[in-house]
């Protein structure tokens, strides 16, 4: 069964993000969204864990343009309306709330 795992919170102020890397599964993919959006800082520890696990990853185009982030080239930037095509694609989806 594969799951869009979603992710809003910023990367430095919890672990969600460790946890989700430590279960999503190969059919899996994640988007990050507001404050998670950090993540894709170069340089960083959430940086480094993401491209390590080359895994399908999704950012809200809107969310890395607020925060005047590059988006790097194994990660594609989408906006509202593919989030929700997306969506459609996965089994399940999981809000890490």
């Keep these: 069964m594969s799951t869009l795992h979603v992710l809003s919170h910023s990367p430095f102020g919890d672990e969600r993000l460790t946890s989700c890397l430590r279960i999503i ?8 969204s507001g404050d998670a959006a950090y993540a ?3 340089g960083t520890a959430p940086f480094s864990a993401l491209h390590a696990r080359q895994l399908k990853l999704f950012v809200l185009a809107e969310d890395v ?7 790097p080239d194994w ?15 996965y089994d399940k989806v999981n809000s890490w709330l």
Excluded: N
């Design 65 to 71: 343009q607020a925060r005047a982030l590059a988006v």
């Design 75 to 89: 990660a594609k930037a989408i906006d509202y309306p593919a989030f929700v095509e997306l969506s459609t694609h």
């Design 25 to 32: 599964g190969a059919d899996d993919a994640l988007l990050l």
């Design 40 to 42: 894709l800082q170069p």
